[in-house]
T-cell receptor, first 112, second 111 residues
Framework: DAGITQSPRYKITETGRQVTLMCHQT?????MFWYRQDLGHGLRLIYY???????DKGEVPDGYVVSRSKTENFPLTLESATRSQTSVYFC???????????FGNGTRLTVT | GQQVMQIPQYQHVQEGEDFTTYCNSS?????IQWYKQRPGGHPVFLIQ?????EVKKQKRLTFQFGEAKKNSSLHITATQTTDVGTYFC???????????FGKGTSLLVTP
């Protein structure tokens, strides 16, 4: 959907580097989410946020940091990238807890 | 914590055959959502089921929510090549607002 954009689409980084994945939505949705997708694991929740300045850990938060200073942005930072963090990362947003998720196009991250 | 399990992991059918994927939760769900992800794409919302025993149809797709609100199924009648992709179920536990996804069923349809 055009209303939620992720950048970059592709990223290659080295082990130990810090990298930030960006997510921006134009719907003013309260809820935002970060998932990672790996073969055999489906979509696993990393972090989520119910509103600006409110964030919660998901299933696999270790090694990641998030912030939500503005409703429309929800960046995901890998403080010291590891090869196990090579994955496709999806950001999503929803209007409320019972509404569907709208996903961005994803960021394919490779850690060498 | 809540777990959502989906079977089968893969399914390969001939065009025209039917297809079913099943979703089971370890806990009661407040609702269940289904998503489709085309190869190389992102998950796209298909439908949400809320009521116990609910059945919804979208053309050739039939979605069911179990009476106990712990399982669900998606059935595709007479598959077409456009049905290729991975189908995910996702559920909210009664106490949480984050969706937990199943691992998905990858459907391959050959003409």
């Amino acid at each position: 959907d055009a209303g939620i954009t992720q950048s970059p689409r592709y990223k290659i980084t080295e082990t130990g580097r810090q990298v930030t994945l960006m997510c921006h939505q134009t719907w003013s949705h309260s809820y935002m989410f970060w998932y990672r997708q790996d073969l055999g694991h489906g979509l696993r929740l990393i972090y989520y946020s119910a509103a600006a300045d409110i964030t919660d850990k998901g299933e696999v938060p270790d090694g990641y940091v998030v912030s939500r200073s503005k409703t429309e942005n929800f960046p995901l930072t890998l403080e010291s990238a590891t090869r196990s963090q090579t994955s496709v990362y999806f950001c999503a947003s929803s209007r409320d807890t019972n509404s569907p998720l709208h996903f961005g196009n994803g960021t394919r991250l490779t850690v060498t | 914590g809540q777990q959502v399990m989906q079977i089968p992991q893969y399914q390969h059918v001939q065009e025209g055959e039917d297809f079913t994927t099943y979703c089971n939760s370890s806990t009661t769900l407040s609702n269940i959502q289904w998503y489709k992800q085309r190869p190389g794409g992102h998950p796209v919302f298909l439908i949400q089921l809320v009521k116990s025993g609910e059945v919804k149809k979208q053309k050739r797709l039939t979605f069911q929510f179990g009476e106990a609100k712990k399982n669900s199924s998606l059935h595709i009648t007479a598959t077409q090549t456009t049905d290729v992709g991975t189908y995910f179920c996702a559920g909210h536990a009664n106490s949480g607002y984050a969706l937990n996804f199943g691992k998905g069923t990858s459907l391959l349809v050959t003409p």
